[in-house]
């Protein structure tokens, strides 16, 4: 739809269809009712319209690549084949014949696409590699880019304090930091009095002590056997 912001486009466009609109003869039936009559009016205008519109604006075309693209055409081969077994094999449940032949099709299906995924990510790991060793930071994160597609930037819309809607992105930041300072610096009052109110446990001045010898063995032994020293 970009496009059709151009006007060359729009020309274009607005020439296609109306050609196209007026070679193709609405279909001519008396046996048609008025329905009918209707019905296949619009698809008429529907399919005209998505000729036209493909032959001049034509598809989107994805900077994002995926392991398959390279190997589209093998991996539809496999899928085809699965597809077929497994079409052959619900029309017919009670054949063992068709059962064994679907599942040897899927597993081989499965294995091979694994192998053609594990293939291409090697293959484009080596390329990164390659880059990021000859330091060419361009085509590294040209290749990231690739793989993993552009990263969408973008702020989504916060509200103000007195709830105006706030769009513009430094705004947007303003505002939570606002809100953070709000949150995570909140003053708080203490009255010091309370920890002299705590009551003090008395000082274990027996953890000073030497352990004997006695002590010290019976420690290794608990140890030993996967115990805590000094647990019973």
């Not at 099709?105 to 090697?122: D, I, P, S, Y």
């Not at 484009?124 to 590294?140: G, I, P, S, V």
């Not at 973008?154 to 939570?176: H, N, Q, Y």
Request: aromatic share 8%; proline share 4%; glycine share 4%.
């Amino acid at each position: 739809m970009a496009k059709l912001q151009l006007d060359e486009y729009k020309q274009e466009l607005q020439k296609t269809l109306s050609s196209q609109l007026a070679s193709s003869s609405p279909g001519q039936s008396v046996t048609n009712t008025a329905h009918d009559a209707v019905d296949e009016e619009w698809n008429r205008i529907r399919d005209v319209t998505y000729k036209a519109a493909s032959d001049t604006l034509g598809f989107v075309i994805s900077k994002h690549r995926d392991w398959f693209d390279e190997q589209d055409t093998e991996a539809k081969t496999l899928l085809q084949s699965m597809h077929t077994t497994h079409l052959a094999y619900i029309n017919d449940k009670h054949s063992p014949t068709k059962r064994t032949a679907y599942c040897r099709a899927r597993q081989r299906t499965q294995v091979k696409l694994r192998e053609m995924k594990n293939r291409w990510w090697q293959a484009t790991a080596e390329l990164l590699q390659m880059a990021a060793d000859r330091h060419d930071m361009k085509a590294f994160y040209g290749g990231l880019k690739a793989v993993y597609g552009p990263q969408a930037l973008g702020s989504a819309p916060v509200k103000s304090m007195d709830g105006t809607l706030l769009t513009d992105r430094p705004r947007i930041l303003e505002r939570w930091v606002e809100h953070f300072q709000s949150v995570l610096n909140q003053k708080s009052t203490f009255d010091t009095h309370v920890l002299s109110e705590i009551p003090q446990w008395p000082t274990a001045t027996h953890l000073d002590d030497v352990p004997s010898v006695t002590e010290i063995e019976r420690a290794l032994r608990q140890t030993a056997s996967g115990k805590s020293p000094g647990k019973d």
